[in-house]
């Protein structure tokens, strides 16, 4: 073959086996080689590192699009000073994502504002930057999905889905009442990823409290039983971060106010 068929058939194959990002690169990298003379490993090497870099990012913006993240804060900015009743040394535990590899959970407690969903899509963002399945999701549209499918005959799809994701964010427990079947809904979905698959949870509610969440005690207790048995608890008491915020500039304007104040 002269070297025009063969750089034809060389670019047949690649388009056959999608080497999308490889074929681009092409020209470019045989110039280079001609003028550097790498060996033949090396030059295989870095041409597949092409198509290899190529398949990470696009597998990484399917993981993004599929965890259906509301924000993309980062624990990196995460403010540990405006929370110093944080325990610092659990979070940066959880930040070895070494509970997710254990399938164990995490049980975020705390008022409005105090940044436990900020904290759980860190941690989220993390899982599926070192290639972990995530899926976020509030309990109320856990629950307002889960009945939708069950009352489309789709209940196995839906509890299959569910299990699915190596790492589920269920925000928000505790803001809406979970009436009728949704505590029993909710309930199936922890039991199915029980030892499983990590389960991160943000409640407004102290454990204490699960009851007034559920018509039923027995469930917030059942569902407890099955969360609680391997999982850390974070518990962030102090001052809402979004109060902060209004009271600094409460304090500005008052500030404004006194220096505008008549003085002569
Ligand atoms: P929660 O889920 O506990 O109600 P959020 O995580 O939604 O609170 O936090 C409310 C807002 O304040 C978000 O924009 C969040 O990024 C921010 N926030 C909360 N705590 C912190 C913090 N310690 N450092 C930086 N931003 C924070
Ligand atoms: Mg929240």
Do not use: C
Not at 88 to 96: G, I, K, M, P, S
Not at 112 to 122: C, D, F, Q, R
Not at 175 to 192: K, N, T
């Amino acid at each position: 073959m002269n070297k025009h068929a063969s750089y034809q058939a060389l670019r047949a194959h690649l388009a056959y086996l999608k080497l999308a990002a490889v074929a681009e690169h092409l020209p470019a990298a045989l110039e280079a080689a001609e003028r550097d003379k790498p060996g033949y490993t090396q030059f295989l090497h870095d041409l597949l590192g092409v198509e290899v870099d190529a398949t990470e990012q696009r597998r990484l913006a399917g993981r993004m699009r599929f965890a259906g993240f509301p924000s993309t804060k980062t624990l990196e900015e995460f403010d540990f000073t405006a929370q110093p009743g944080i325990d610092r040394a659990l979070v940066n535990e959880l930040a070895t994502l070494r509970f997710v590899e254990e399938k164990a959970n995490l049980l975020l407690i705390g008022p409005p504002g105090v940044g436990k969903t900020m904290l759980a899509i860190g941690l989220g963002l993390k899982a599926v930057e070192a290639g972990y399945r995530v899926h976020y999701t509030t309990a109320a549209d856990l629950v307002a999905r889960t009945s939708r499918a069950a009352h489309q005959g789709r209940w196995e799809n839906t509890m299959r889905f569910w299990a699915g994701p190596q790492v589920l964010i269920v925000d928000e427990l505790g803001y809406l009442p979970m009436v009728g079947e949704a505590g029993s809904h909710l309930f199936q979905v922890i039991s199915r990823r029980y030892l499983h698959g990590t389960v991160i949870l943000t409640t407004n509610r102290g454990i204490a409290e699960w009851g007034a969440i559920f018509e039923d005690t027995t469930v917030a207790v059942a569902i407890l039983d099955r969360l609680l048995h391997y999982a850390s608890v974070l518990q962030i008491d102090g001052d809402s971060y979004r109060m902060r915020g209004h009271r600094a500039k409460l304090a500005q304007l008052r500030a404004g106010l006194n220096s505008e104040s008549p003085t002569s």
